[in-house]
Structure formats: structure tokens, C-alpha cells
């Protein structure tokens, strides 16, 4: 499951752990795991945004896994919509940041491996083809927006809120709403409710995993993670891909068989 992660403040113990003061990053099962899709690359040679933003999040996971003061570390770089707003304080910093730039260093934090799994896995599988389609240039500016709109759309959400919100999940996210929109027949290998191989469209996966979204926005106590942040990456990368997409690729895999 993609997830972006408020944090919880440091003086709180965590539901994982006495010793952990984030929440867990995967309270709930996908009901599909993507592993592979069939859809070669077109128009670039190697994904290289790909390859590096998944580089950049593991390195600054393992870095952060190391460190001494992780929590109050990974604070300072947190969005805290009561900070960005200026409604209130968060939990103690241990290094200065601009609240504003913390809408971009917040998607390369993660709070456990699952969390960091999950949302690496996605881009992995999605974020090649979508890369393709836009070339390297503007699927980097793609990815980042779609990230600082869902970091802006859950500090909306909560705008005096000091829980500071972690994770790569609102950029995937858009990640995905780009993928279903331009390549939404193309097969994916699944690992169905976490047992089951299977090849089904892209739409069926990654509908299924848009309308959960949307499901548990309506359930705001289903555990702590920010539903809303994903909703705004969607919303993000559905408005942007017409706009970032080479223009001679087609949206909806226009022109080509139901089934490939």
C-alpha cells in the first residue's frame, strides 16, 4: 500500500513499539502487489529519474537508520502543516528548515522499510513507462508537483496540525493517476491478495487501488496514515499528465488493441 506518514511526535510512543516514535507504514494489505508490466520503453533509453529517485530514497533511508537523533532528524524536514501555516509548533528540530521547502524533502523520508518498500515498489513497476512518456526532464518536475500538492492537500486538510507527515507516497501517487491514463490496458504481472500470481490490466489494479484511496478518506480512523496526501497526488498527476505527456503520445493507449 502507498502511503505517506504522519509521523508521530517524538514524545509519543509508537503503536509499532515502545522504542519507535512513527507509526507503522503498512497497516493495510494491498489487494495487489505489482511485480512486472508488459510495456517496453519507447522513447528513452534507461529510466534514469527512476532509478535515481528510488537510489536517493533508500540512501536517505539507510542514512536516517544510522542516525543518532532519527526522529528529530526526520522532523525537521517533515511537513507540519501548523508550522506551514503558522498556526503552531511541531515536535522538537534537530537542524534548521524552511517550512516551505520541507513540501519537497518530505517525499524522500520514510518510516520503516515497508513504508519505503511499498512506495518503491510502485515507482518501480509504474514510474519507467511514465518517465517515457514524458521524458527525463519533465517527469522529474512531474513528480515533485505532484508530491508538494499532496503535502499541500493534507496540510489543508488539517492546517493546525503538529504531527509532522513523511513519505514518497502523494509524488507515486501521481505516479499512478499518470499511469492509468496513459497506459490503462496494458498487463501487469500481481501478486493477488499477497499469494495469488496474476496478469490483469492496469486499470483493475490500479483502479482498485484509487477507489481504497477514496474509501478511506471516509474513514478517518483506519490508523495513521495520511489518505488525504494520496488523494492529492491523484488529483495532481490526473491534471498534469495532458500537459507534461509528449505530444504524440496518446492518453488512454488510444489507437492500439484491448489487450496487449
Same mark, same amino acid.
Given at each position: 500500500?502507498?502511503?505517506? /506518514?504522519?509521523?508521530?511526535? &517524538?514524545?509519543?510512543?509508537?503503536?509499532?513499539?515502545?522504542?519507535?516514535?512513527?507509526?507503522?507504514?503498512?497497516?493495510?494489505?494491498? *489487494?495487489?502487489?505489482?511485480? /512486472? $508490466?508488459? %510495456?517496453?520503453?519507447?522513447?528513452?533509453?534507461?529510466? +534514469?529519474?527512476?532509478?535515481?529517485?528510488?537510489?536517493?530514497?533508500?540512501?536517505?533511508?539507510?542514512?536516517?537508520?544510522?542516525?543518532?537523533?532519527?526522529?528529530?532528524?526526520?522532523?525537521?524536514?517533515?511537513?507540519?502543516?501548523?508550522?506551514?501555516?503558522?498556526?503552531? +509548533?511541531?515536535?522538537?528540530?534537530?537542524?534548521?528548515?524552511?517550512? %516551505?521547502?520541507?513540501?519537497?524533502? +518530505?517525499?524522500?523520508?520514510? @518510516? $520503516?522499510?515497508?513504508?519505503?518498500?511499498? %512506495?518503491?515498489?510502485?515507482?518501480?513497476?509504474?514510474?519507467?513507462?511514465?518517465? $517515457?512518456?514524458?521524458?527525463?526532464?519533465?517527469?522529474?518536475?512531474?513528480?515533485?508537483?505532484? @508530491?508538494?500538492?499532496?503535502?499541500?492537500?493534507?496540510?489543508?486538510?488539517?492546517? $493546525?496540525?503538529?504531527?509532522?507527515?513523511?513519505?514518497?507516497?502523494?509524488?507515486?501517487?501521481?505516479?499512478?493517476?499518470? +499511469?492509468?491514463?496513459?497506459?490503462?490496458?496494458?498487463?501487469?504481472?500481481?501478486?493477488?491478495?499477497? *499469494?495469488?500470481?496474476?496478469?490483469?490490466?492496469?486499470?483493475?489494479?490500479?483502479?482498485?487501488?484509487?477507489?481504497?484511496?477514496? &474509501?478511506?478518506?471516509?474513514?478517518?480512523?483506519?490508523?495513521? *496514515?495520511?489518505?488525504?496526501?494520496?488523494?492529492?497526488?491523484?488529483?495532481?498527476?490526473? *491534471?498534469?499528465?495532458?500537459?507534461?505527456?509528449?505530444?504524440?503520445?496518446?492518453?488512454?493507449?488510444?489507437?492500439?488493441?484491448?489487450?496487449?
Amino acid at each position: 500500500m502507498l502511503l505517506d /506518514q504522519p509521523a508521530a511526535p &517524538v514524545a509519543l510512543k509508537s503503536i509499532t513499539g515502545p522504542t519507535s516514535p512513527f507509526p507503522t507504514a503498512n497497516r493495510f494489505a494491498p *489487494v495487489f502487489v505489482p511485480l /512486472q $508490466d508488459d %510495456n517496453p520503453l519507447k522513447y528513452v533509453h534507461r529510466q +534514469y529519474v527512476t532509478f535515481t529517485l528510488i537510489g536517493l530514497n533508500v540512501a536517505i533511508f539507510l542514512a536516517t537508520m544510522a542516525e543518532g537523533g532519527r526522529e528529530a532528524l526526520m522532523a525537521s524536514f517533515a511537513v507540519v502543516p501548523g508550522e506551514l501555516f503558522g498556526f503552531g +509548533y511541531g515536535p522538537v528540530q534537530s537542524v534548521g528548515f524552511s517550512e %516551505n521547502l520541507t513540501l519537497i524533502s +518530505y517525499m524522500f523520508f520514510h @518510516g $520503516d522499510p515497508l513504508h519505503l518498500a511499498g %512506495n518503491m515498489l510502485f515507482l518501480w513497476v509504474f514510474g519507467d513507462n511514465v518517465e $517515457d512518456a514524458m521524458g527525463h526532464i519533465r517527469f522529474i518536475a512531474f513528480y515533485l508537483l505532484c @508530491g508538494i500538492f499532496a503535502g499541500l492537500t493534507h496540510a489543508w486538510i488539517t492546517p $493546525d496540525s503538529e504531527v509532522p507527515l513523511i513519505g514518497a507516497s502523494g509524488a507515486v501517487a501521481g505516479v499512478i493517476a499518470a +499511469y492509468l491514463m496513459l497506459h490503462p490496458r496494458v498487463r501487469v504481472w500481481v501478486l493477488a491478495f499477497k *499469494v495469488l500470481p496474476l496478469r490483469v490490466s492496469a486499470a483493475v489494479v490500479l483502479g482498485i487501488w484509487i477507489i481504497t484511496q477514496i &474509501v478511506m478518506v471516509l474513514v478517518p480512523s483506519m490508523g495513521p *496514515v495520511a489518505w488525504w496526501a494520496h488523494i492529492g497526488g491523484l488529483v495532481a498527476g490526473a *491534471v498534469l499528465v495532458p500537459f507534461f505527456k509528449r505530444p504524440d503520445v496518446p492518453l488512454f493507449d488510444r489507437g492500439l488493441p484491448a489487450a496487449r
